[in-house]
């Protein structure tokens, strides 16, 4: 079986403490069906990954058994972290084929009795949009996460939904699927659901959120004006959004950055844990 192989390679014992200790391959393994594990060999596994999050195991399991002959150039595989791996066949030197997940080499196939095993050069990559991010802030964190939240909106895709049938209305019925979009920040053109924008995001805390609202409304009385709660919340997840990726050297050589939504971030008075990226 699958499982069998990982435990009598040596060399795949760091995933496979993954696999254990996350769990994410015991359904797999209880209900019969074949399924599809990505490995990655301990040599090859960089000493920086954390490999503590079921999420980077999920990452590297697939819920079909993907053969050989189904490595189609361009192909998605739903992986079970519900991140689709896009399967690349590329011609090497000497004329010899190689095949990709992502942008991970497959070195060897194994067939096993439940399923395929693919070992890859390097972990696959599927990083989390920024939504993504905030939907599984802890409660620590709840008040920025609402702000982001609340402005979500959820929406019909026509294009990706099957009509199955027509109702006693003659509505046409779906099978339905929606997409979540958040205009406040589509108008920055700033994708809050890709995968792929390039941006650095400022996360503050309950405590900090509260500090920053308090001492604008201290400053605020001292020069006899008012704002409303709503303008002063706005203020701090518009100022912590940024579309480029920021480095520690940006934020020490910079008095200075720009959010997507034009607010000002001054290095020297607002301060980032720039240590704890």
Same mark, same amino acid.
């Given at each position: ?5 990982? #435990? ?14 996350? #769990? ?13 594990? @990505?490995?990655?060999? +301990? ?8 490999? +503590? ?16 002959? +189904?490595?189609?150039?361009?192909? #998605? ?42 070992? @890859? ?8 949009? =920024? ?5 599984? =802030? ?20 026509? +294009? ?16 339905? &699927? ?18 792929? @924008? ?37 203020? &701090? ?19 200075? =950055? #720009? ?19």
């Amino acid at each position: 079986t699958v499982g069998e192989y990982i #435990k009598s390679e040596a060399s795949m014992s760091t995933m496979q403490t993954l696999f254990d200790n996350t #769990k994410v391959t015991e359904s797999l393994a209880d209900n019969g069906k074949l399924f599809t594990l @990505l490995v990655v060999e +301990n040599n090859d596994i960089a000493s920086s990954v954390d490999l +503590n999050d079921a999420y980077i195991a999920q990452a590297h399991i697939s819920d079909i058994a993907i053969s050989p002959v +189904n490595l189609i150039n361009g192909e #998605k595989v739903l992986m079970q972290n519900s991140k689709y791996l896009s399967v690349f066949k590329v011609i090497e030197e000497g004329n010899t084929v190689s095949y990709y997940f992502n942008k991970s080499k497959v070195k060897k196939i194994i067939k096993a009795t439940d399923g395929y095993i693919y070992v @890859l050069d390097s972990l696959v990559d599927t990083p989390k949009s =920024l939504n993504e991010v905030i939907e599984n =802030l802890t409660d620590d964190y709840s008040m920025f996460r609402d702000m982001i939240l609340s402005r979500n909106e959820r929406v019909f895709d026509k +294009n990706a939904s099957i009509p199955t049938g027509v109702d006693e209305t003659g509505s046409t019925v779906y099978d339905s &699927v929606f997409v979540i979009t958040n205009p406040s920040f589509n108008a920055q053109d700033f994708d809050l659901t890709s995968e792929a @924008l390039n941006a650095t995001l400022l996360i503050p805390s309950n405590d900090v959120v509260k500090e920053a609202i308090s001492a604008a409304k201290k400053n605020l009385a001292t020069w006899e004006m008012q704002r409303a709660d709503s303008i002063l919340e706005n203020w &701090v997840f518009q100022a912590a959004f940024f579309n480029k990726e920021y480095s520690k050297t940006d934020f020490e050589s910079n008095i200075d =950055l #720009k959010s997507v939504f034009d607010k000002q971030w001054r290095t020297t008075v607002q301060q980032v844990d720039l240590d704890n990226p």
